[in-house]
């Protein structure tokens, strides 16, 4: 089969050939889950909404933990991963430093993994605050990469390990490096995909099957000590939602 039969018959299935570490429950409710993906961004940007000058990441995890509730989640998947300032350099394997308050020129950055209706959903979207030049330019960067990464996938057949590979070939032209520990994407589902699978994106050495993985990309800054984050599930339909979102 060539390489355009193949991508046509990804585009026009919901469900790839999956390997065993993409299987999800036999009733799997892709509109569900798409809804839920769609609600944890509104649920982000109200979080964003929330976060004030002067405030530290523990007091910021207690408001999501409360819009959380309100926004009708069942719980989490995982614990919401709140980065301020230079904790923004830290990767999802180091502790923040919990002394560290956001200033009025400043960069932070929001991964939240709620549960909707029995499905994980996972986003992730990088802030700034007042003037920073150095941070505008790592936030959008890590958006530009994202969608680089995303645009790929959907024109080749790469694995993830391939797919990663170039996400970090981007981020070194763009000036930064790519944060290989702890930001690697992961699988997504019905709760709990672990599951199914506990592995990562960037080590599956076959083409993603699409809404079965979240990507995620982390950039470091160690010039301006800042960092920047973007994650959202690979679909078909990349771009759909978080990239628009502002």
Not at 11 to 28: G, M
């Amino acid at each position: 089969m060539s390489l355009d039969k193949k991508l046509l018959k990804k585009t026009n299935s919901s469900v790839a050939e999956e390997s065993p570490k993409e299987i999800v429950k036999a009733d799997f409710n892709l509109e569900i889950f798409n809804q839920g993906q769609m609600r944890a961004w509104e649920l982000l940007l109200s979080l964003a909404g929330e976060i004030e000058i002067g405030m530290t990441e523990n007091e910021a995890v207690e408001i999501y933990k409360q819009l959380q509730v309100e926004a009708g989640a069942e719980k989490y998947w995982h614990p919401p991963k709140i980065r301020f300032g230079v904790n923004t350099l830290c990767s999802f394997r180091e502790p923040s430093d919990p002394l560290v308050k956001l200033k009025e020129n400043d960069i932070f950055f929001l991964d939240i993994g709620p549960i909707f209706d029995g499905y994980e959903a996972d986003v992730g979207k990088t802030f700034v605050c007042g003037e920073f030049a150095a941070a505008d330019r790592i936030q959008l960067a890590g958006e530009q990469i994202y969608q680089m990464v995303a645009v790929r996938y959907n024109s080749t057949l790469e694995s993830g390990a391939e797919l990663y590979k170039y996400a970090a070939n981007l981020a070194i032209e763009a000036g930064y490096e790519l944060v290989g520990d702890g930001a690697r994407g992961h699988r997504v589902s019905d709760f709990p995909h672990a599951a199914y699978y506990k592995g990562h994106l960037n080590d599956l050495e076959r083409h993603p099957t699409p809404n079965r993985w979240i990507l995620e990309i982390q950039l470091r800054d160690q010039k301006n000590k800042i960092g920047a984050f973007f994650e959202d599930v690979l679909t078909t339909e990349h771009a759909k939602i978080g990239s628009s979102l502002h």
